[in-house]
């Protein structure tokens, strides 16, 4: 499963992130409440975003189409908030905003100015929207699933694969076993030559990591003896993807300032 369950948690104190025990105790008893509240079919913990006066915890709930999704925060770890919905043109403010999360819902950010456009009028936007624009982007940027764990049906859905058991050790290290979990991309898009040669139409059906620019932007490291995968992303520094083939478990967890990295095109 690609969205995180209690019992992956175990796995991401490998990448330096743990709960303590209060906080996994009130946590998960109370997205089993949220969930219940809403009549939701799921609703999974996301990851956690470090303000300057209080920290959120983020959760999402997936729907049929596992791209269209609900997400929720919480201050005090028991009482969930659903989040607004995003304009394009909102999101466009929330990436250009590069200050910490302050930890107030109502507090407004002020949108630095398009330098190609001075005499644009000034523009705020309340942090509980830049915090849905900014999980949202995460999603989009960094959400991973490894090569073959879901398929598109003949209506076209995607489906988790029930054969996939895992990627092999020898694949688990290689930023070529793991793709974009998102929606917009049809394999019709690659070269007659690429789906000949290197790509399978039937499990390939994201954009792989090997090709994101700029090349380096993902960081893949194996623990265990190589039986576990750790994959970071250093776009959204705090985004960490983990895969086990036995048992098998893969998901992913945020934890960081919710800010993207817009020098690493420098940094590589």
């Keep these: 499963m690609s969205f995180l369950s209690s019992d992956d948690l175990p796995l991401f104190t490998l990448a330096g992130f743990a709960l303590n025990v209060e906080e996994r105790a009130t946590l998960f008893s109370s997205l089993l409440i949220k969930k219940d509240q809403e009549k939701l079919t799921n609703l999974y913990l996301w990851g956690k975003i470090l303000g300057i006066q209080q920290d959120y915890f983020l959760a999402q709930s997936v729907d049929t189409n596992l791209f269209q999704r609900k997400y929720y925060y919480t201050l005090d770890n028991v009482n969930w908030y659903l989040l607004p919905d995003v304009t394009a043109e909102e999101a466009k403010l929330a990436d250009a905003i590069q200050g910490r999360f302050y930890g107030d819902p109502?507090?407004?950010?002020?949108?630095?100015?398009?330098?190609?456009?001075?005499?644009?009028?000034?523009?705020?936007?309340?942090?509980?929207?830049?915090?849905?624009?900014?999980?949202?982007?995460?999603?989009?940027?960094?959400?991973?699933?490894?090569?073959?764990?879901?398929?598109?049906?003949?209506?076209?859905?995607?489906?988790?694969?029930?054969?996939?058991?895992?990627?092999?050790?020898?694949?688990?290290?290689?930023?070529?076993?793991?793709?974009?979990?998102?929606?917009?991309?049809?394999?019709?898009?690659?070269?007659?030559?690429?789906?000949?040669n290197k790509y399978d139409d039937a499990i390939d059906i994201f954009e792989a990591i090997d090709t994101d620019e700029p090349r380096g932007v993902w960081s893949v490291q194996s623990e265990q003896g190589g039986t576990l995968a750790i994959v970071r992303s250093l776009l959204w520094p705090g985004y960490t993807f983990m895969h086990s083939p036995a048992p098998l478990k893969f998901s992913s967890f945020y934890h960081g300032t919710g800010q993207k990295n817009h020098n690493i095109g420098f940094m590589i």
Aim: no cysteine; charged share 30%; proline share 5%.
């Design 106 to 196: 109502s507090y407004e950010h002020a949108v630095p100015k398009n330098a190609a456009d001075p005499d644009a009028p000034d523009a705020k936007l309340r942090e509980e929207k830049r915090l849905a624009a900014v999980v949202s982007a995460i999603n989009y940027d960094a959400q991973i699933v490894p090569r073959g764990a879901y398929y598109r049906d003949l209506n076209r859905n995607i489906r988790a694969n029930p054969n996939f058991k895992g990627l092999a050790n020898d694949d688990l290290g290689h930023i070529h076993s793991y793709l974009h979990f998102r929606d917009g991309f049809e394999v019709t898009m690659r070269s007659l030559t690429e789906r000949v």
